[in-house]
């Protein structure tokens, strides 16, 4: 089945970095697209960034273009979503998501991980 | 990227149907099918309901349907149960590789 494990989080200070990986297995990796969407506490969905199938379109949200990174290695299976100049409002916790069908970016996150929490504090 | 509108909360019995809106413009939900509907449980990683404004994967109840009439889309659920208790949120594709989500819904099965 399906399974996307997001890993890295944790607490940083404000201005610095850090870098989430997704996990994925149970289907063919290099087929679909990718994406984060992260979700403040008790707020709503917000998303992030997505990569494309092939690698080759990447594309993110105005408040996070310039600082964050994402990127995906086939031979892992794992994308990465590189964060710098972290903020306090970018606390949340980020979801990976697979894009429901192949080949496609059709803007639809079907299977989702269980997130990982990371919080920007001083 | 300005987020969609959707009600904050909404409320309904058992057995009865409810329907959740989601108002957006014409670059988003009115520009484009490509609305999708997820549900969340607290603590829990959102869950596909509906994709492409009204198809249903597989795996979900046929007791959920979405639709859209210009700008806005919509959610129903007939026949509530205790389970649809839930937080439930519409996104939409806005152009130019973005995509927005709405607010959230809570529904509460009374």
């Known amino acids: 089945q399906v399974q996307l494990v997001e890993s890295g989080g944790g607490v940083v200070q404000p201005g610095t970095s850090l870098t989430l990986s997704c996990a994925a297995s149970?289907?063919?990796?290099?087929?679909?697209?990718i994406y984060w969407v992260r979700q403040a506490p008790g707020k709503g969905l917000d998303w992030v960034a997505v990569?494309?199938?092939?690698?080759?379109?990447?594309y993110y949200a105005d408040s996070v273009k310039g600082r964050f990174t994402i990127s995906r290695d086939d031979s892992k299976n794992t994308v990465h979503l590189q964060m710098n100049s972290l903020r306090r409002d970018d606390t949340a916790v980020y979801y990976c998501?697979?894009?429901?069908?192949?080949?496609?970016?059709?803007?639809?996150?079907?299977?989702w991980g269980q997130g990982a929490l990371v919080s920007v504090s001083s | 990227q300005s987020a969609l509108t959707q009600p904050a909360s909404v409320s309904g019995s058992p057995g009865q149907s409810i329907t959740i809106s989601c108002t957006g413009t014409?670059?988003?939900?009115?520009?484009?099918?490509?609305v999708s509907w997820y549900q969340q449980h607290p603590g829990k990683a959102p869950q596909l309901l509906i994709y492409?404004?009204?198809k249903r994967p597989s795996e979900v109840s046929n007791r959920f349907s979405g639709s859209k009439s210009g700008n806005t889309a919509s959610l129903t659920i007939s026949g509530l149960r205790p389970e649809d208790d839930s937080n439930y949120y519409c996104?939409?594709?806005?152009?130019?590789?973005?995509?927005?989500f709405g607010g959230g819904t809570r529904l509460t099965v009374l």
């Open positions: 998501a697979r894009e429901k069908s192949m080949f496609v970016l059709a803007a639809i996150p079907g299977y």
């Open positions: 149970g289907f063919t990796f290099n087929n679909y697209a």
């Open positions: 990569v494309s199938d092939d690698g080759d379109n990447k």
């Open positions: 014409n670059s988003d939900i009115g520009g484009y099918d490509l």
């Open positions: 492409e404004v009204t």
């Open positions: 996104s939409s594709y806005a152009g130019r590789f973005t995509l927005v």
